[in-house]
T-cell receptor
Framework: EDKVVQSPLSLVVHEGDTVTLNCSYEVTNFRSLLWYKQEKKAPTFLFML????IEKKSGRLSSILDKKELFSILNITATQTGDSAVYLC????????????FGKGTLLTVNP | NAGVMQNPRHLVRRRGQEARLRCSPMKGHSHVYWYRQLPEEGLKFMVYLQKENIIDESGMPKERFSAEFPKEGPSILRIQQVVRGDSAAYFC???????????FGPGTRLTVT
């Protein structure tokens, strides 16, 4: 069975700190890894990673994938209170279906 | 460009009633996925549909649950004879192509009393 594990489960930091969120996976027929931000509503798409070692960047957020070691990290620099959310990692496995297997998420709280 | 639309946003049903959840994908997207999020748990895949076809329903409970995506109109997730354990947030996502980025709707929060 496909498995996605995120760590830490929760994290509390102060504004301005840098955080690193981890995601490891065990899936058959890996296709891609996706990161989402979930506040009290729909998960919002952040990144989709398919190739090892290529960093994707959007403002203060960046992410990288290591397909050999089967993990990804999401970095957030100069955190702001608006970054407080649950960050979800999901893996797209192949075959005839295209379902996403999600981790349980990391709850990030940024205090002023 | 409107995002994925779901309605209703909140639905309360008594045990034994039917629940119907609707999802309209993003414009240009023909692939729809349904996920369920139970309290304190991650999102779990239920079913993947294309227009008029169920591609993968491996995550759907065998009884009481069904899904469709007709040629015209939204995708529907139907839960018959609801039980308390069906209380959850149900999210719909859509993508332009299989394996593409999935964009999520706001979810329907189902409460069974």
């Amino acid at each position: 069975e496909d498995k996605v594990v995120q760590s830490p489960l929760s994290l509390v930091v102060h504004e301005g700190d840098t955080v690193t969120l981890n995601c490891s996976y065990e899936v058959t027929n890996f296709r891609s890894l996706l990161w989402y931000k979930q506040e009290k509503k729909a998960p919002t798409f952040l990144f989709m990673l398919t190739s090892s070692g290529i960093e994707k960047k959007s403002g203060r957020l960046s992410s990288i994938l290591d397909k050999k070691e089967l993990f990804s990290i999401l970095n957030i620099t100069a955190t702001q209170t608006g970054d407080s959310a649950v960050y979800l990692c999901a893996v797209h496995s192949g075959g005839s279906n295209y379902k996403l297997t999600f981790g349980k998420g990391t709850l990030l709280t940024v205090n002023p | 460009n409107a995002g994925v639309m779901q309605n209703p946003r909140h639905l309360v049903r008594r045990r034994g009633q039917e629940a119907r959840l609707r999802c309209s994908p993003m414009k240009g997207h023909s692939h729809v996925y349904w996920y369920r999020q139970l309290p304190e748990e991650g999102l779990k895949f239920m079913v993947y549909l294309q227009k008029e076809n169920i591609i993968d329903e491996s995550g759907m409970p065998k009884e009481r649950f069904s899904a469709e995506f007709p040629k015209e109109g939204p995708s529907i997730l139907r839960i018959q004879q609801v039980v308390r354990g069906d209380s959850a947030a149900y999210f719909c996502a859509s993508s332009r192509e299989p394996g593409g980025e999935q964009y999520f709707g706001p979810g329907t929060r189902l409460t069974v009393t």
